[in-house]
């Protein structure tokens, strides 16, 4: 297990939560029954239970609360209640062997959040230069269609371009909306589907950086960020 944590009030604070996400990070991952990277943090304000939630599925949806992490579109792993740890059945367990890691990434990808409005220009000056782009589109992931020309020169930029939402549950498809069905007329956009968009853009840059089939790799359900 791979476990991060923190706190939303300082460790000097009176009533901070700092150790006990700490000490219950510290316990999954010294006897938890998983080899996956999650986030352990509080689960509710009084900050007496922790919850266990995926990496690949995880935002940070409060600014100020306690529980500030929320998991998306598919139920928390788990809770750490005092010493007591309970994992759902579909956990990946711990490896009783050496598992790879393949580190290479191209950071050449950008993410774009689409706007009413926004015009061909902006667009074409972001992805100059990229070598691939996650788009966060309306909706299931529509964009606009009132400019034909938006379109090829999407097709123009002749590298993967991910398509994905803005709206933190659901997820993307091109089958709800005229648009979509257009947008999945041109070869290098990719759907994300119910992959996060920040899930989106790192995959993107490990893809890149491994080579091989792109679009194979991103519609490839690696780490549960595919439901």
């Known amino acids: 297990p791979v476990v991060l944590t923190g706190s939303m009030l300082p460790l000097e604070s009176k009533d901070t939560d700092a150790v006990g996400n700490l000490e219950s990070g510290i316990r ?24 266990v939630i995926r990496g690949t599925r995880a935002r940070k949806m409060y600014t100020k609360a306690r529980n500030a992490f929320v998991s998306l579109n598919t139920p928390p792993l788990g809770y750490i209640e005092k010493e007591r740890i309970v994992l759902r059945d579909d956990v990946e367990h711990r490896l009783k062997r050496l598992t790879d890691v393949f580190c290479d990434i191209n950071p050449k990808v950008v993410l774009v959040k689409f706007f009413p409005g926004m015009e061909r220009a902006s667009l074409k000056q972001i992805l100059e230069g990229m070598d691939g782009a996650v788009i966060e589109g309306f909706c299931t992931g529509s964009i606009r269609y009132d400019e034909p020309a938006l379109f090829r020169d999407l097709e123009n930029f002749g590298k993967p371009i991910v398509l994905t939402t803005q709206c933190a549950f659901g997820y993307a498809d091109f089958e709800t909306y005229l648009v979509g069905k257009e947008l999945a007329k041109i070869p290098n956009v990719i759907l994300a589907g119910s992959m996060l ?31």
Not at 35 to 47: D, L, Q, T
């Open 28 to 51: 999954l991952a010294a006897f938890g029954d998983l080899a996956e990277v999650v986030i352990v943090f509080s689960s509710n304000e009084s900050g007496d239970r922790r919850v």
């Open 197 to 227: 968009p920040e899930v989106a853009l790192v995959k993107l840059m490990w893809a890149l950086g491994r080579g091989g089939n792109v679009r194979e790799i991103m519609l490839s359900d690696l780490r549960k960020e595919l439901s």
